[in-house]
C-alpha cells in the first residue's frame, strides 16, 4: 500500500499557486486550481523541461518547454496522446500530502488491446 507523504503547506501553495516538492526523492509539480491541488511529476515527459516552471491556461498545465498542455488531475495530452504522471493528492488541515508513487494510468488509444476477458 502506498504512503502519503507530507510535502507542502497550503497556504504557500495558495499565495504563489504551483511550486516543486519532493516525494521520495523525485520532483513533483502541485497546482492549486480553485481550491483543488493537483501533482504531476515535473519533469516533462517531452524533454524533461520543469513542469513547475509552466503556467495554467484554460485548466491546463502549459510546460515551457514547447507547449505540450497537460490536464492537471490527468495528467493526459490531448494532442500527443500521451501521459505525464499523476499523483493523488489529499489535504489534511493546512497540510498537503502527496501518495509516493504515480497513479497507473491506462495508456491512451491502444488499439488492437481488446481481450476476450
Ligand atoms: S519539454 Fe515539455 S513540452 Fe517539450
Known sequence: MDEWLAVAD???LARRKKMQVDVGGVPVAL???????????????HKQ?????????????VCPGHQWEF???TGYE???DRYQPSYEVRVEGTTVYVAERP????P?????SGGAG
Open 108 to 112: 491512451a488509444a491502444t488499439p488492437g
Open 78 to 80: 490531448a494532442t500527443q
Open 103 to 106: 497513479r497507473v494510468m491506462e
Open 49 to 61: 523541461r520543469s513542469l513547475s516552471r509552466g503556467v495554467m491556461l484554460n485548466g491546463c498545465v
Open 10 to 12: 497550503l497556504s504557500a
Open 31 to 45: 497546482f492549486l486550481v480553485g481550491q483543488k491541488v493537483f501533482a504531476l511529476a515535473d519533469t516533462c515527459i
Open 71 to 73: 490536464d492537471p488531475a
